[in-house]
């Protein structure tokens, strides 16, 4: 704007790089390509009414695709989040699932199924976003709406170089009136320190100081997840060797995503054209 010892013209002559941005649903998305930007991407499960939070960013010290592969894997519940699931008492979730991968207009739909039970849906959307439903699990809830209230889920991995990467991450519970303020008042409470104390909890476990089923038992279910989560995708290393790697049948999710994303790049390598992937109106599944 000024600079020192010049006149006006000299400052008017030097300029930043600037990008087109968008606000939405809490965040701002920032296209930093050449050219003009495409279309902006909305959501329209996101565009209902109802509490919208959006969390702060993680950032964990480990490679970008560590982080994408755990969205479309649902057979890891059992096993990385074995703990959360006993201390939840979840039995319905302790019970290995038939488990289907598909690609869709979108990117990837898993579905999981268990003799007896309504399916399970995850959703992978190309290129780095995903999206659960999960119960809210009001501790105050006071009415059957928010007993029966469901919170739609979205995360978006994104690298910040080589050997770290971000999470962001938005809630949408589908409350109104009193339950509404309610929800809002002790998610935000939860949230304000559940981001730094899963780093803070998951660096204890990677460093041997304390086992995962040794953790304060009054962790709530949502900051047990985080810690778990980060536990195994930060002790992988900075960049896991995936050539190693033995996927199986429980892998089908992981494998269909990776497959797009090689199919993706390839395209791009050669100068192809790439999928224009589609959201959907509605919520599959």
């Known amino acids: 704007m000024e600079q020192p010892g010049e006149d006006t013209t000299f400052a008017e002559k030097v300029r930043i790089r600037a990008y087109p941005t968008q606000e939405y649903l809490g965040l701002i998305f920032v296209y930093l390509c050449e050219g003009e930007a495409p279309p902006f991407r909305r959501y329209p499960q996101f565009d209902q009414p109802g509490v919208l939070i959006a969390l702060p960013p993680e950032s964990w010290p480990c490679n970008y695709y560590n982080r994408l592969d755990n969205d479309p894997d649902g057979g890891h519940v059992l096993y990385t989040h074995n703990e959360s699931v006993k201390r939840a008492q979840r039995t319905d979730r302790q ?22 039970k309504p399916p399970e849906v995850l959703l992978s959307y190309m290129p780095n976003n995903n999206e659960i439903t999960v119960k809210v699990g009001m501790a105050t809830a006071r009415s059957e709406e928010a007993n029966r209230a469901w919170e739609d889920r979205r995360t978006w991995a994104v690298p910040i170089d080589n050997e770290s990467s971000y999470r962001f ?16 008042m ?32 009054k962790l709530s279910t949502y900051e047990l997840f985080r810690v778990e989560d ?5 002790g992988q290393g900075r960049i896991w060797d995936r050539s190693r790697e033995r996927l199986s049948a429980i892998d089908r999710g992981v494998f269909l995503r990776r497959k797009l994303w090689h199919r993706e790049l390839k395209a791009l390598a050669e100068g192809q054209p790439l999928i224009e992937w589609v959201i959907p109106e509605t919520r599959e599944g």
């Not at 991450?169 to 809002?184: F, M, R, S």
């Not at 409470?189 to 040794?214: D, F, N, R, T």
């Not at 980060?230 to 930060?234: A, G």
Request: charged fraction near 20%; proline fraction near 3%; glycine fraction near 8%.
């Open 169 to 184: 991450e938005i809630n949408l519970a589908h409350l109104t009136g009193a339950d509404a303020k309610a929800y809002e």
């Open 95 to 116: 019970h290995l699932r038939v488990m289907t991968a598909e690609e869709t207009s979108y990117g990837v739909k898993v579905t999981m199924t268990v003799p007896g």
């Open 186 to 217: 002790s998610r935000r409470e939860a949230l304000a320190q559940a981001g730094s104390l899963a780093i803070e909890l998951g660096e204890a476990v990677l460093s041997g100081k304390v086992a995962i089923h040794e953790l304060d038992p």
């Open 230 to 234: 980060y536990v195994t995708q930060v």
